[in-house]
């Protein structure tokens, strides 16, 4: 365990459930996963079913799940039950935490749902080394006039994380996301699948940096490109299941409407999104949410599998189950 890992354990910030401090000082492998899709991405009470199903994966496949949030002024690391009922309840009235809120959320002392890139700097300041989420942010759709580009990307720079993800949501520009990953030196692994996935999409058009089938052998490239020192996290994709993947041009012209329509409603900044991909599920007629809830599933149980095998790596306790 890394010096600033027992410090957080310690810290009056954090608050860790017992499993996952227990789970963490034995070296067993952990997944951190954010609560940002309790609160925001279903609505009560589906979003606490979804919850406990990502939950139910993570352990179904070795690993001990770590939800995190904000709540009292500390960081929760392993929220139980009634922390997740909480979110559940608070849905939209809780705050969408970011990585640069966290400072904020604290000293509120508000209940607080983490999106991924607060999630990532949390978990790694916790010493968890891998998270899971349904889909990456990214370089949105005419960044070259509107700056439009995901903290979670910059995250990636300064988290030494294994992430684990469905690629980036449709919505975005993967395109361009891939080339800003490029030019801040993020690897990009396909979990046994080439094309860079597109979140409801099993393929965005592009394709990742290499696919690799081994879990170990994801474990082992995180392991040597973190011993490099200094180079970020690690972004691992997997993409939805076939059965449960929606029609790309679908979605592109459901999208495109909802864009359309948050223009001329003068929505900008974080509320696009949640307002798009609420805007694509009624579309689709309620497909977009079983997909999502596909998704947090699949990238949950990628997730464990990876972490499961980099414990393994490094000595720790394999099967915690």
Known sequence: MRGSDVVALESPLFRFS????EALARGRPVV?????????GFRAPDNLTVALAVEAAVRAAGAVPATI??????FVVGCGTEELELLSAAGGAAAKVGGRDLAVALARGELGATSISATM???DRAGIA???????????RGAATSFDISADLTALTRTRLIVVCAGVKKILDAGLTLEYLET???????????PFPAFYCRDSGFRTQVALDDPREIAEVARLHLEFGGTGSV?????????????????????????DHAAAERITGPAVTTFVLRAVDAATGGDASAANRAVLIST????????????ALVGGVVDAR
Not at 69 to 74: D, E, L, S
Not at 300 to 311: D, G, K, V, Y
Request: charged share 20%; proline share 4%.
């Open 18 to 21: 017992d499993e996952v401090r």
């Open 32 to 40: 951190a996963l954010e609560s940002n899709v309790v609160a925001h």
């Open 69 to 74: 949030a904000i709540a009292g002024g500390r």
């Open 121 to 123: 700097a949390i978990a």
């Open 130 to 140: 891998t998270v899971a989420s349904a889909g990456l942010g990214g370089v949105h």
């Open 184 to 194: 801040q030196g993020t690897p990009v692994i396909g979990y046994r699948h080439l």
């Open 235 to 259: 972004l691992v994709t997997h993409p939805i299941p076939v059965t449960d993947a929606l029609d790309g041009d679908r979605i592109e012209e459901a999208i495109r409407q909802a864009l």
């Open 300 to 311: 949950a149980t990628a997730a464990a599998e990876i972490e499961s095998a980099r414990a």
